[in-house]
């Protein structure tokens, strides 16, 4: 599995950022498509997922009602939009792939982009 991240850089407080991720390769056993983030000195969180065939969109709680991740299945992208951002936005963040095989679960992970909110 290969995924390629994009988007992401600065961004003023108040604004808005779009992330934008393609899977490829061998997606069998894949059971969710999302996004994480980590910010500098924390750990790595669940920004927000949709199972890969679609459904129930999970996201944290400090995006939810500003945030909204979109699935197109045909170019097998799973995109991140939020708005109004805040300086504790600013985190590294990864496009994730979750696959659930009778091997075992394993996570794939995209290169991380960086997005910086300034005040």
């Known amino acids: 599995v290969q995924l390629q991240a994009s988007g992401g850089g600065l961004v003023q407080a108040g604004g808005s950022l779009t992330l934008a991720c393609v899977a490829s390769?061998?997606?069998?056993?894949?059971?969710?498509l999302g996004w994480y983030r980590q910010a500098p000195g924390k750990r790595r969180e669940l920004v927000a997922a949709?199972?890969?065939?679609?459904?129930?969109?999970e996201y944290a709680e400090s995006v939810k009602g500003r945030s909204t991740l979109s699935r197109n299945y045909a170019k097998n992208t799973v995109d991140l939009q939020m708005n109004n951002v805040k300086p504790e936005d600013t985190a590294v963040y990864y496009c994730?792939?979750?696959?659930?095989?009778?091997?075992?679960?394993?996570?794939?992970w995209g290169q991380g982009t960086l997005v910086t909110v300034s005040s």
């Open positions: 949709i199972p890969y065939s679609g459904g129930r969109i």
């Open positions: 390769g061998t997606l069998f056993g894949i059971n969710t």
């Open positions: 994730n792939a979750h696959a659930r095989r009778a091997s075992g679960d394993r996570d794939y």
